[in-house]
């Protein structure tokens, strides 16, 4: 069988897809539960016992073989029953445009690469760039929210150096970054990759739910410049990890303005916002930032991966462009994202959001997007008014923390219970749920992604949650804390 896709092989083309797809709908429509729960032992046998230094078996047995090693065993966003982390079920024409990406193969670095390709990106850079408040903006779509928040810090980095007035090497440890304690991981990551002081992150105190406290900002900065550091950047966070709030951006703004410091907001989770009719006010003065960081893989219900970091002055993406006459020759007047981007090859990732806006529209997104923190809401209050279950904190988006008030059981053994629930949960397959640690105590957490679950879905959940946790209880402590 022919092995590449050619004008010589449309017709397998088209029958392989076909069979593929007709193999992962009857997977979609089969699954009863979020994954297959095999062991981890069973599932590296089965991966062990695939011979990938073999002569090769055919297309036909290998798309069977990842039906039945990788689809059998597949994590299910789209089951009701997943309720872990920030993957969401993803919109139809996006998939479609997936298959278009995978055939075509298009690299969005260079004009010559993609033509039309690098144009609608462009285009659609000014539309989210527009969504914000940007209005003469610009941006370049990334891999993920890590990627955006290391490329704003890189480019706020080169900020403060070229303002200093000492040289680089003397001025780069001494740069500071701010941020809240519920800020991404990847804003210290980034600070490492980046050079910068092993303390160059500085806490910011919030209100005790995770939402940065503006009056501590100003304190913090005012004593970081008094022992001789230089601000760099201050990260504000519209949509934390684990509780889903937002930082004050507009009085964290004012603050940023009156010192003349970088803000950058990480909305990775939040963007949804941006184009929501009933919510958008809780991103109020995200304008007046100098980036932001949207995850359309997240809240616009894309296909990882698909996101973007948007600047408010397209002069500010010209610190990391890098000539190279391959492919930015001078005489050329195109427009070659590798200026613009941390990657080289890139693929054409904004392809889905284009399509996905033509089919459904932005009003619509932001709509599926209330939707999930309106199940968020009722989750909430349906904790609240359980004896069994103790809400820890309220979600501007959509999660839902929680620790378990079993009875009989003392704090410390409930802690314990917490990462013995998940474990059995996730061992099962039933329902995916995840374990974080909030003020120093572990509780679980549901992150509600999939606009098509009901009240009713997340009860269930939590039903075998209170279940799994009476078992636990029952057998004792020396069995429900090996995932501690």
Request: hydrophobic share 50%; glycine share 6%; charged share 20%.
């Amino acid at each position: 069988m022919p092995e590449l896709v050619t004008s010589s092989t449309t017709d397998l083309y088209r029958s392989l897809v076909a069979q593929t797809a007709s193999r992962v709908a009857a997977r979609f429509a089969e699954a009863t539960q979020p994954s297959s729960g095999a062991s981890r032992a069973e599932l590296q046998r089965q991966v062990d016992a695939v011979d990938l230094t073999a002569s090769g078996v055919g297309t036909p047995t290998a798309i069977r073989e990842i039906d039945e090693l990788f689809l059998e065993n597949a994590v299910w966003f789209h089951h009701p029953a997943y309720a872990a982390h920030l993957n969401c079920p993803v919109a139809l024409p996006a998939v479609a445009a997936e298959a278009v990406l995978a055939a075509v193969n298009p690299s969005v670095d260079t004009y010559d690469q993609s033509t039309v390709g690098t144009l609608m990106e462009r285009r659609l850079i000014d539309v989210a760039a527009g969504w914000i408040g940007f209005h003469a903006g610009d941006g370049v779509f990334t891999s993920g929210g890590t990627q955006s928040n290391l490329h704003a810090l890189f480019l706020a980095r080169e900020a403060a150096l070229a303002e200093a007035r000492m040289p680089r090497a003397q001025a780069l440890p001494r740069l500071a970054v701010f941020a809240t304690a519920s800020s991404h991981f990847s804003v210290g990551k980034s600070a490492l990759l980046l050079g910068l002081a092993d303390d160059a992150v500085i806490v910011v105190a919030d209100d005790g739910e995770g939402r940065m406290l503006p009056a501590a900002l100003d304190d913090a900065m005012a004593s970081a410049v008094a022992s001789g550091r230089l601000p760099m950047a201050v990260v504000a966070t519209a949509g934390t990890t684990d509780r889903g709030v937002i930082d004050p951006v507009a009085a964290v703004a004012a603050v940023c303005d009156a010192r003349g410091v970088w803000l950058h907001v990480d909305a990775a989770y939040g963007c949804g916002l941006l184009v929501s009719r009933r919510r958008r006010h809780l991103l109020d003065g995200i304008e007046r930032a100098r980036s932001v960081t949207v995850d359309f893989h997240k809240s616009f219900f894309q296909p990882v991966s698909s996101s973007a970091i948007l600047v408010r002055e397209p002069r500010d993406l010209a610190a990391g462009a890098w000539h190279a006459d391959y492919l930015n020759p001078l005489e050329n007047e195109e427009p070659n994202q590798v200026d613009k981007s941390l990657q080289t090859t890139r693929r054409f990732d904004a392809l889905k959001l284009w399509v996905s806006l033509r089919a459904i529209g932005a009003d619509r997104i932001g709509e599926m997007f209330d939707a999930v923190i309106d199940l968020a809401q009722a989750v909430s209050d349906a904790v609240d008014a359980d004896d069994e279950l103790e809400l820890v904190g309220w979600s501007q988006l959509s999660t839902v923390l929680f620790r378990l008030r079993t009875e009989g059981t003392s704090a410390h053994e409930q802690d314990a219970l917490v990462a013995g629930v998940r474990r059995v949960l996730f061992e099962s397959g039933r329902a995916l749920v995840a374990k974080t640690v909030i003020d120093g105590r572990p509780c679980l957490k549901l992150t509600l992604l999939n606009p098509e679950t009901t009240l009713d879905d997340v009860l269930a959940i939590l039903g075998m949650v209170k279940d799994a946790a009476t078992t636990l209880a029952g057998i004792g402590a020396e069995l429900i804390g090996a995932d501690a």
